[in-house]
């Protein structure tokens, strides 16, 4: 009897426990019904499966990043609730508003209802000017120029009843893709657009590339996708239909043997190349000073540069993470030469309790720069700064402004980068790559394409060392 009731007692606590799922947010994902969680302290995928009733595999399938990186405390998570919900159109106005004209926006059904498609009616030049909600997709009749069709796949969250901030600023990169095309418009061509909401998941991306679907088959190059499985299945749909597909998030692409993809960010060993020639070219008056930990706590990105730098005959000191927090760094400075000081992670959380004693070596009188990262830049860093970028900011964005105004009324989000000059930039660059050149001037990125081959992918190489 007693058993027993240890079993009903148990089975009583599973059953509350699988209660309590239903007081978890609700919302919609590629027309699946899912819940929103977040993800509690010392919980595991197994324990968030078995209180949701569901399987790890699922929740992996709805939340690919926990391949790649694992799980993580406080982040938001979707569970299936293993219900459908069909699919209603979505306009999202009030999320771009344009003054002169509409630029319309909405979820719209495809070949295949898996498949969520953001289109844009029109963005022909002659037609940009015209009064709102005229913008028909048979604006255009009659019309006899070149028509070239691109795509833009982007997670834009559309199906989502609370949108990130990362979604705001997938919409400004969005725009400004926009005003790049509204620009390009000419006599002899049309660039039309079609705009797809990729969410999280690789299903959209597998559907629109399965060999019965022909949505794409106009297409003649694509911007966009953000997650490395969803890169993987559209670039061999490029590699076979020999389109191009710019890349403007990722960094570790591979890109040997696929000639069709461009890659915007640069990698590791190509920041680490450039930080050497800054190194170089100031090697009697740098005295460089590494701060070691760990073999797993050492990035990646001060591995590669620590290789670089032997493989280079680059000298350097080592210290400790203790010996900083003990204020024993004086002791391996050189009073005579600048320090370039270089830690062992490039997360800020990770290394924000040395800065302070750093910063005190610099009050004592010595030479002191520290390199930063790009997204440090708002961090409170109380001495002089190097990092590698491949935004250079290096133009009058004063006329471009002015059209962004005469068209939008939201404010940007974002500031540096602006994700708005980022899209602006990235889709120049693409018609720059479909007419045959190599080099773009941006408002915010200068671009130069190089591969090692004729057989592979695309990188830009315009990386440069800012000091701040």
């Known amino acids: 009897m007693r058993k027993f009731i240890c079993i009903l007692a148990a089975l009583t606590a599973v059953a509350a426990m699988r209660a309590e799922v239903h007081d978890y947010p ?36 709805l939340n690919p990043q926990l391949k790649e990186r694992g799980l993580h405390y406080g982040e938001t998570l979707f569970i299936p ?13 009030d999320t771009i508003v344009i003054r002169d004209t509409v630029v319309r926006v909405e979820k719209m059904a495809s070949t295949d209802d898996s498949v969520a498609v953001m289109a844009v009616d029109s963005i022909a030049a002659d037609s940009i000017t015209t009064a709102p909600d005229s913008l028909a997709s048979d604006s255009t009749a009659g019309d006899t120029r070149r028509v070239v069709e691109l795509a833009l796949m982007l997670p834009f969250e559309s199906q989502q009843t609370k949108r990130s901030a990362n979604a705001e600023r997938i919409m400004e990169f969005y ?31 597998a559907a629109l590339c399965d060999s019965s679907c022909t949505e794409l088959d106009s297409v003649r190059g694509v911007i966009g996708l953000a997650y490395p499985v969803q890169i993987d299945r559209m670039s061999e749909w490029c590699m076979a239909h020999n389109v191009p597909l ?5 960094d570790d692409v591979n890109l040997a043997g696929k000639p ?22 100031r090697d009697t008056l740098l005295h460089c000073v590494v701060v070691d930990a760990r073999e797993a706590e050492i990035a990646g990105s001060v591995r590669e540069l620590r290789n670089k730098m032997q493989e280079d005959s680059i000298d350097y000191t080592s210290t ?55 997204s440090w830049q ?32 939201n404010d940007h989000v974002s500031d540096t980068p602006r994700y708005d000059l980022l899209g ?36 830009n190489t315009n990386v440069q060392v800012i000091e701040k």
């Open 320 to 374: 400790t993470v203790l010996n900083i927090l003990n204020d024993s760094l004086s002791a391996v400075l050189d009073p005579d030469k600048q320090n370039l000081i270089i830690l062992h992670s490039d997360k800020f959380n990770r290394v924000r309790t040395m800065l302070p004693h750093i910063e005190q070596c610099a009050l004592r009188g010595y030479d002191m720069v520290l390199l930063s990262q790009y």
């Open 175 to 205: 725009q400004g893709v926009l005003l790049a095309l509204h620009e390009a418009q000419n006599d002899s061509t049309l660039y039309r657009l079609r705009v797809y909401d990729t969410e999280r998941s690789d299903r959209r991306i």
């Open 26 to 61: 609700l919302d919609t994902i590629n027309g699946e019904e899912v819940y929103r969680y977040e993800v509690e302290k010392s919980i595991g995928l197994y324990r968030i499966g078995v209180n949701f009733d569901v399987p790890q595999s699922e929740i992996i399938r």
């Open 81 to 93: 609730t293993g219900r459908e919900v069909k699919a209603k159109p979505v306009i999202i106005r």
């Open 260 to 281: 069709q993809l461009m890659q915007f960010n640069s990698t590791d060993a190509q920041e680490a190349e450039r930080l050497v020639r800054w190194i170089a070219e």
């Open 424 to 459: 602006y930039d990235l889709m120049n660059a693409m018609l720059c790559r479909l007419n045959g050149w190599q080099i773009i001037s941006g408002l915010q990125s200068d671009i130069q394409w190089f591969r090692m081959t004729e057989e592979d992918g695309w990188q």
């Open 246 to 250: 710019l890349l403007p998030f990722s």
């Open 378 to 409: 708002h961090e409170d860093i109380r001495i002089p700064q190097i990092y590698t970028s491949v935004f250079t900011g290096n133009s009058n964005t004063e006329t471009y402004d002015h059209l962004w105004s005469r068209y939008f009324t």
